[in-house]
């Protein structure tokens, strides 16, 4: 059973510039969601998405945005980077009703 | 709004000692909380999970305690070990958020055992 993974592990980007994160879930996961850390922070949950449609969404802008797949992985998009952006990207994957997620390594991803 | 705070933010302690650490969040309607532990640069790790209903769960050194309507939970460690050197984050599930994953993180603490 492999875990979940992320590609790639750091990024650095400049302002205004797009970015897409990937995500691979865990074998058997349905359901993958996103948080930003920054630093010194908590996670905060970005969105979630379960059989390819978004079904959570926190308190983030439109320039935020994903897809899944249909073999459950998933990327998230950010348009027009602001330098706020600079966090660590976690995704989690879980089963659909089912309380525990497994998380990532994460993607560093700094906007100068 | 659901606010999650944990004190301390970082504690320092020599090997062998028991700990508490301390989570509050600010409104009782949960559906679950769940303690993480964090390695610097790294994901998350779930170390307990205690459903709106129960009031503990154990692993191995490990014991979550839950009181909902004081809004305070606590992760007790006993006999640290330097290995348990990491961040651990308390995160809130609120009830109204039962079916996503849309949960509440307090910014942890950091825990440093000393050999």
């Known amino acids: 059973e492999t875990g979940v993974t992320q590609s790639p592990t750091h990024l650095i980007k400049t302002r205004g510039q797009q970015v897409t994160l990937r995500c691979s879930s865990q074998s058997g996961h349905n359901t993958v969601s996103w948080y930003q850390q920054a630093l010194g922070q908590g996670p905060q949950f970005i969105f979630q998405?379960?059989?390819?449609?978004?079904?959570g969404r926190g308190n983030f802008p439109p320039r935020f945005s994903g897809l899944q797949f249909p073999n459950y992985s998933s990327e998230l998009n950010v348009n027009a980077l602001e330098l706020d952006d600079s966090a660590l990207y976690l995704c989690a994957s879980s089963l659909q009703g089912r309380d525990e997620q497994f998380f990532g390594p994460g993607t560093r991803l700094t906007v100068l | 709004k659901q606010e999650v705070t944990q004190i301390p933010a970082a504690l320092s302690v020599p090997e062998g000692e028991n700990l508490v650490l301390n989570c509050s969040f600010t409104?009782?309607?949960?559906?679950?909380l769940q303690w993480f532990r964090q390695d610097p640069g790294k994901g998350l790790t779930s170390l307990l999970l205690i459903q709106s209903s129960q009031r503990e769960q154990t692993s191995g050194r490990l014991n979550a305690s839950l009181d909902k309507s004081s809004g305070r939970s606590t992760l007790y460690i006993a006999a640290s070990q330097p290995g348990d050197s990491a961040t651990y984050l308390c995160?809130?599930?609120?009830?109204?958020?039962?079916?996503?994953?849309?949960?509440?993180f307090g910014a942890g603490t950091r825990l440093t055992v000393k050999p």
């Open positions: 409104d009782s309607a949960i559906y679950n």
């Open positions: 998405y379960y059989r390819e449609e978004e079904n």
């Open positions: 995160a809130v599930r609120p009830f109204k958020a039962r079916n996503n994953n849309d949960m509440r």
